[in-house]
């Protein structure tokens, strides 16, 4: 099953390498990671979107507390949350397909940012199941080059 | 007060109460050591830097204090690894720190740079790299406060050498502050009482005692459970001591080469009480067949011990003696005397034993010898293999801390230099480490460390002329095809050896002689090399194969 776990860390060198190695040393592969400052500057929340045996991700997650620098840890699966991640990417156009491209990414409330005659750079925000749906309906362009940020998640 | 950070570093282990440290020189830590040169703590040089860190660790399991260990950087911090992460698997607690090149040359492959917080990063508690002198004493605040609470584990401190050259104003902090640390001491009272009730329910209890025990020094508290309540207990190879084995409720140790007895308790209990001890798969076997009528109780200070290997039924985090003193103000003793009946048969019918009617020297006979002679008074130290099994089922521990021994790492070299730390840290003692032939090879260059430092530890080598635990499986389990595991032709002559480096040695192969040298070896103030010749092929018995349930032994008898 996937998780989010997002987990808050004192914001440190080697901290990072810390989290991750928890992960690696099972030979579990990361989808995502997206690292940040929090409100309090001190504190960096990194957010891990990961697939992996329920069991073993429990004891990873104990793992995860028990590292001096972690603060707190949190699992989003089966918890109401928001999630997000953020896209660039460009698409390749042309004088007939620049506008039905544009409009396709308004529709999606994606902002075209820069363009040139044949490319389109493109920022997108959205949910796994949005953005899902946004590079479906561009299946017609070819898309370039794309770069994501990783989730981030949040719960009221 | 401005200081250098040498100075920091030295001031800082005598108000962290430092009395002895183990390391080696080099490149990287000369300023450390120049502080060194005339500071009150004793120093003990050994003869190679895994020397330094298993008498550490050693001396820290004697005493119960932090052992800290020295090494300079890149080659000296790496041969520290294998003796940190056989503290680490142990939880004992230990600073271990090491030079690194300058700051302007980390990443530069600089002479002798390692990255040792990278190293050491998944086989110490915690680690640091100290990037400024003036966090040098908080940070060895923070590494002592980490080494010695909550579960223990080694620290490593990694130091640049500029940094220890820089002064910066010393004050040395009052208490460690860590936002993120705080380990549970105080275990939930809502736990403690359902655990009093399903104690008070069972009908076969059995309490599985580890190494946890010994760490928190709850053996009193231990000892007054199981008599408050009449229940039996089984120890770890790590709890060993941790319940007297002379005791009528003690079952001995478990796991794969424990007691049929134990083994047999555990596999018919119907309530386990684990009390810092961690289903490790040596004691456990096959998990989907342990112990299958068993509620579970385990009280442990880790938090992710708990559920990882078997589903516990209820989970008491907290430190162990916390835990135990809490139970003993309101556990009422189940019925267990139809149970107990049960065990004295199964102790009838299926006590250790070896072969005793044999002109040859068996090596469990040495072991019983050992126990006799020191009356159980001494601290037994083990090397890995056969010899430490012999050694755990052989010798009967009546006291905490008298069993040292590399458990979870399971790391040949390990007894002799921490039988040099324990016979340190406890001088009036008598140290045997009870050693294999080939083990004992893997650092018997600290002979030299024991000669000179006048330590009068006693070595007893029970010598099968084979790497005999793996001599055993092969056995077997692969049809005696004994493929790399005979040292003979190339053994040293033990004796000679001890002699060359000024210690004493003396061989024993024939079974009459086997006393008078341990006493000999006792009465002498000297190291003592005993080289007992010991019956080649003789096997650990009983024995659990790897993957099966821990009644199905080998050996285990009716
Ligand atoms: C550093 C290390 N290397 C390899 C092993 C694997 N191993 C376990 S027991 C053993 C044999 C030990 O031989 P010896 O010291 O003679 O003890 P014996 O079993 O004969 O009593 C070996 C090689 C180990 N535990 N540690
Ligand atoms: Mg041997």
Redesign the pocket.
Known sequence: MKHIISVAVENKFGVLARVSGLFSARGFNIDSLAVGETEDPTISCMTIVVKGDDKILEQVKKQLNKLIDVISVKDFVNKEHIDRELLVFKIGVDKKTKPKALRTLKRFGANAIKASADTVMVEAVGDPSHILKMLEALKGFKVKEMVRTGRIAMAL | MKLSGAKIVIESLIKEGVDIIFGYPGGTVLPIFDVLYDSPIKFILPRHEQGAVHAADGYARATGKVGVCIATSGPGATNLVTGIATAYMDSIPMVAITGQVSRSLIGNDAFQEADVTGITRPISKHNYLVKEVDELAGTIKDAFHIARTGRPGPVVIDIPKDVTVLEADYEYPKEANIRSYNPTYISHPGQIKKAAKAIKESKRPVIYAGGGVIISNASDELTEFAEKTNIPVTTTLLGLGAFPETHHLSLMMLGMHGTAYANHAIMESDLIIAVGSRFDDRVTGKLDEFAPHAKIIHIDIDPSSVSKNVHVDIPIVGDAKHALRSLNNIVKAPDTKEWLEQIAKWKKNSPLRYNRDTDSIKPQYVVEQIYEATKGNAIIVT?????QMWAAQFYKYTKPRTFLSSGGL????YGFPSAIGAQLGLPDKVVFDI??????Q?NIQELATAVVNKLPVNIAI?N?G?????RQWQELFYEKRYSHTC?KGGCPDFVKLAEAYGAVGIRVDKKEDVRAAIDKAIATDNVVVLDFVVDEEENVFPMVPAGKAINKMIDGMA
């Open positions: 090397e890995v293999g056969q010899n399971g790391t040949m070299g050693a294999g032939d080939g083990s004992i893997m029970l099968n084979y790497l005999g635990m793996v040292l």
